[in-house]
C-alpha cells in the first residue's frame, strides 16, 4: 500500500463497518484476512461484556467478503465474574463469522504467580511476512520482525508483529486487539508447505488469554504439525515484552491447489 489506511474499519453506525484495504487477504483481493474480523468481533463482544477476555473462539463460514459487513453482539451467559458473548458478523445477510467470548473478573493477586518466559528482543530491521505472494493491504497494516526462521523458509517461527493502524477509526487499540489482528497469522508464519502449490484453510481460530498485552508489539512463537491424512494443527505462544501473555490454535485442512 502507498499509503496506510485510516484503519481497518470505518464505522458507519448501528453495528455497521467498511472494511479498508488495510484488511485484504492474500489469497483473493476481495475478501479479508481473518485477522481484523475475529479482532473487531472480540472487540465488540468484549466491550459488551466489560470483563477481561479469556477465550475468543471465531469461526469462519467461508471467505468473508471486503464489503459493508453488520455485527450484532448477544449476551449468553450475563455474569459479575465469568461472562460468555457472542458477536455475529454478517454480509449481505448471510452469515459470515461468529466469535464466542468468555471473560473472567480479574481478582486479587493469589499465592502462587507462575514465571513467564520473556521472548527476544525486538530486532532492529524488518520484512515483508509473505514476500513470494501478490502484494495485499494486511501485510502492510502491520509491522514483522522475525526472531527465529524467515519468510524465505519453511517451518516454525517467532516474530514480533506491532499494528500500524487502528482496528477501528476513532477508537485506541487495545492490547487484545494487537493480539487478534496478528493471531490469524500464526499458520502462515509457520506454515510447512509451498504456499504456491499447498492450501492450509483454517475454518476458525481460538485463542485464550490471560491478561491484556502491554505496550505496540505482540510475539508469535508459531509452530504447525500436519498429519498423514490430510489435516493440521497450527498452534503459537503469544507474548508481550513482559512475558507469554497466552496462546493461538487453529485446525488446518491440507491440500494441494
Do not use: K
Amino acid at each position: 500500500m502507498d499509503e496506510i489506511a485510516e484503519a481497518f474499519y470505518l464505522p458507519l453506525g448501528d453495528g455497521r463497518y467498511t472494511p479498508t484495504r488495510a484488511t485484504e487477504s492474500p489469497w483473493e483481493a476481495e475478501a479479508q484476512h481473518g485477522g481484523p474480523p475475529s479482532a473487531l468481533l472480540a472487540h465488540l463482544a468484549a466491550a459488551a461484556g466489560g470483563q477481561q477476555p479469556v477465550r475468543v473462539s471465531v469461526d469462519f463460514y467461508g471467505a468473508i467478503p471486503r464489503r459493508e459487513l453488520q455485527v450484532q453482539v448477544s449476551p449468553v451467559r450475563p455474569g459479575r465474574r465469568i461472562d460468555l458473548t457472542e458477536a455475529v458478523l454478517t454480509v449481505d445477510g448471510r452469515t459470515a463469522a461468529v466469535a464466542r467470548v468468555w471473560s473472567l473478573a480479574p481478582g486479587p493477586t493469589p499465592p502462587v504467580v507462575t514465571p513467564a518466559a520473556v521472548p527476544p528482543a525486538v530486532p532492529d530491521e524488518g520484512t515483508v511476512v509473505f514476500p513470494d505472494l501478490p502484494d495485499f493491504g494486511y501485510q502492510h497494516a502491520l509491522e514483522w520482525r522475525y526472531t527465529a526462521g524467515s519468510p524465505e523458509q519453511l517451518g516454525a517461527a517467532d516474530v514480533w508483529t506491532r499494528v500500524r493502524i487502528p482496528l477501528v477509526a476513532g477508537e485506541e487499540l487495545t492490547g487484545t486487539d494487537r493480539v487478534l489482528i496478528a493471531a490469524d497469522a500464526a499458520n502462515g508464519i509457520s506454515v510447512e508447505l509451498p504456499l504456491d502449490r499447498w492450501l492450509s484453510i483454517p475454518p476458525g481460530m481460538t485463542c485464550h488469554l490471560t491478561r491484556e498485552a502491554q505496550g505496540d508489539w505482540v510475539h508469535l512463537a508459531c509452530r504447525t504439525r500436519i498429519e498423514a491424512n490430510g489435516l493440521g494443527l497450527c498452534t503459537g505462544t503469544v507474548s508481550d515484552a513482559t512475558g507469554v501473555v497466552g496462546e493461538v490454535a487453529q485446525p488446518l485442512l491440507v491440500r494441494a491447489r
